[in-house]
């Protein structure tokens, strides 16, 4: 069935929707249906839409098919603009972290990534989840902040590169990745990294990896902080 949202001209001059600007000038009289140059989200929250509903410039009638459904008023445009308003505001963020672990990460091969799959413990979550035990699972799609910080050591002797990066649906990405190198044999070392990723969608799954870059040589986590906050849409 097919939706129109239909905006009549009552007013005696032509009249323009200043924030729904992709539609033309409306002359006297004349019936424009804003869907055809909009979305249903575009026009439930234009101010300027409202502000000409309260002064009686024009209508706005919902129908779908031949079928009147319900008529527009302003208190109905600035709910809508208040819900978006408020869930604009509402933070989504998650949180995965290992404290005191020492976990053992395998390392078979130099210069490879190994997403670490042990050892996390569930942090504070809203519209995050914390999936299969090493991962936070995006709800909400939109632009997310990511930080992360690692503290481990090897048995190997001083030089070793360490290298974190951060995966996304089981995949290095290029982007966030920092490393450090060790001083000495079993000495801690501590390193993070942070990035924007704007286009995550539900179900993207967010993980972390870290890779001796010099040596075949297992590494030990202390600890590890994975964080993720959205920030926009």
Partial sequence: MRETWFIKNVHTRELTISDLDKAPAIRPNETVDMLRYHTKQEIEQSESLAAAIAANWVTLIKRRDSATTVKITPDDINISIENAETAESVRYY???YADEATTTITVSSANVPNEITTGWSDGPRSGIAFENGYRLKIVMPGTYYVFWAIAAKTSAGAGQELMGAIFKNGARQPNGTNHTTTAASMKDVAFSGSTLFPSLVAGDLMSLSISNETLATDII?????????????
Avoid: Q
Avoid at 221 to 233: A, C, K, P, T, Y
């Fill in 94 to 96: 998650g949180e995965m």
């Fill in 221 to 233: 986590i202390e600890h590890l902080n994975f964080v993720m906050l959205r920030i926009g849409n």
